[in-house]
């Protein structure tokens, strides 16, 4: 299958395939082992003393080997100028705590998942560390414009496709050790984080919920086959529940698919000494100091058409391979008036368009859709929809009320998967939109395609 859409990520590194069988079972009592572990490490603040979390495990008094859950204490986000140092002082707390050992001493390099995208022609060279759903393709565009010979132009003016072409140079193309270990001692080197729970359900909603043959059959099948769920209500592995992807995201996958693998060990935070944590929470404060620091402009964020450009690639990308190289793989699976009605409520979701906008195609246009008058019709849509608090309230809303159908106990296995990411970058790992326990869901409502988002 041609996999176009995939992220440029998926150029370094091969998705791999569910195990299954005794070697599956070591590694996910080996993960298991080394969760408690950690758990039993990190604790120094009992989360007990907080409401929320004390009605999760008396809802759980039921499970024998329930261990006690411990968290770190939460910080104040810092300042983009200081939180690398923020970022390097606990990666040295986890240390004395025994976890990670300091590799750089031992003089043999960070082994990273995926292969860091660098500029070697750039002054100062580059090094960052993409992370999959936390804007690695939009980075990856900066890069590349910024290492381009002439004026800066914006990301979005590099075309994606690019993004994932050989415009750009993988710290793995340096063949040597001490190459590399040269390289990344003179490079800037920086990375962009995203909060756990946002870059979990942009994953669910980018790849699984949509239109994706590639990943309904990754994921989709996976958990429709790990969960005995019926196989006529999901065909091709569409049509899987929030709830039953974080069920099998927790007991497999952030094992071994780097769009959840922890962004810690993804990176190799405490092995790298770096110069900027960015986060995309903050992405324009961040990218005006990444871009003083490495002598660009960043004028580009600030000229009237950026938000236009931003939502533009959006419908670009939701669409594009849905219409062309995907169409036949997705027919075999659901009708093009469904498809289409899901990506219609995909934009709802990401807050591109307005919940009530509605789906402007009946079934028989759909049967004879072409990706630019599909577009145009987003796009269209996206014109009307200038309130930015609306649409910031649309996102927030299906966040919440897809993680309110979460089972609690998965839950608390997310926090244990992600508990050093929480604890590095300064994120939240109990927010109230995720863990309120009055609000808990059999089915997200704002997830169904085929009911109006009332
Ligand atoms: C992007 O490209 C367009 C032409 O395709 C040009 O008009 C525009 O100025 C460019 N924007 C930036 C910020 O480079
Ligand atoms: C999707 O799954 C639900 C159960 O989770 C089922 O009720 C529904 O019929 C399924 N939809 C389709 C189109 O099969
Ligand atoms: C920054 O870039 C400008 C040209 O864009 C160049 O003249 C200047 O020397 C550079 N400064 C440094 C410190 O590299």
């Known amino acids: 299958m041609v996999l176009p859409g995939m992220s440029v990520l998926c150029r370094c590194a091969r998705v791999r395939r569910w195990r299954s069988g005794p070697l599956g079972l070591i590694l996910t009592l080996s993960g298991l082992f080394t969760l408690t572990w950690l758990v039993s490490m990190l604790g120094n603040t009992d989360i007990l003393d907080r409401p929320a979390i004390r009605e999760v ?3 759980r008094s039921d499970m024998p080997e329930r261990q006690p859950v411990h968290t770190l204490p939460i910080h104040t986000d810092p300042d983009v100028a200081t939180r690398h140092i923020t970022v390097r002082e606990r990666c040295s707390k986890l240390r004395q705590g025994g976890i990670g050992k300091n590799r750089q001493t031992s003089g043999s390099l960070p082994r990273f998942p995926m292969s860091p995208v660098i500029s070697s022609t750039h002054k100062p060279q580059l090094f960052y560390c993409p992370l999959a759903k936390a804007g690695s393709t939009f980075f990856t565009r900066y890069m590349i414009a910024a290492a381009s010979p002439g004026p800066m132009v914006s990301p979005f003016n590099i075309s994606i496709k690019d993004a994932k072409r050989d415009s750009l140079q993988s710290f793995q193309s340096l ?13 800037f080197r920086f990375l962009f984080t995203r909060n756990p729970y946002s870059r979990i359900f942009s994953a669910y909603i980018d790849k699984l919920y949509s239109p994706n043959p590639y990943y309904w059959s990754e994921w989709g099948v996976a958990a429709v086959k790990l969960y005995n769920l019926p196989p006529q209500a999901h065909p091709c592995g569409t ?11 927790v007991a497999k996958l952030h094992h071994r698919d780097m769009h959840f693998i922890a962004m810690t060990q993804m990176c190799r935070v405490c092995d790298v000494e770096w110069d900027m944590v960015g986060q995309v929470e903050h992405s324009v404060p961040d990218l005006d100091f990444l871009s003083e620091k490495i002598n660009v402009t960043s004028a580009f964020q600030h000229r009237a058409g950026y938000s236009a450009d931003n939502t533009n690639d959006v419908i670009v990308d939701s669409t594009t391979d849905v219409f062309t190289e995907w169409l036949d793989d997705i027919k075999n699976c659901m009708n093009v008036f469904d498809a289409g009605r899901i990506i219609w409520r995909k934009l709802q979701i990401r807050g591109i368009i307005y919940k009530d906008s509605p789906f402007p195609f009946s079934r028989e246009d759909m049967d004879s859709m072409t990706v630019i008058r599909f577009q145009d019709a987003c796009r269209r849509a996206a014109a009307d929809a200038t309130d930015k608090t609306r649409l910031k309230k649309q996102k927030s809303d299906a966040i919440s009320q897809a993680f309110s159908t979460v ?26 939109y995720i863990l309120d326990i009055t609000q808990r869901r059999q089915e997200a409502k704002i997830l169904d395609w085929r009911e109006n988002w009332t």
């Open 57 to 59: 495990l008396l809802l």
């Open 175 to 187: 063949r040597t050790v001490p190459e590399r270990q040269t390289f990344l001692k003179n490079s």
């Open 239 to 249: 049509n899987v529940s929030f709830r039953d992807f974080i069920k099998a995201l």
């Open 407 to 432: 089972d609690l106990k998965d839950l608390e296995k997310l926090r244990s998967v992600y508990k050093t990411d929480f604890f590095l970058f300064g994120y939240d790992p109990n927010p109230s």
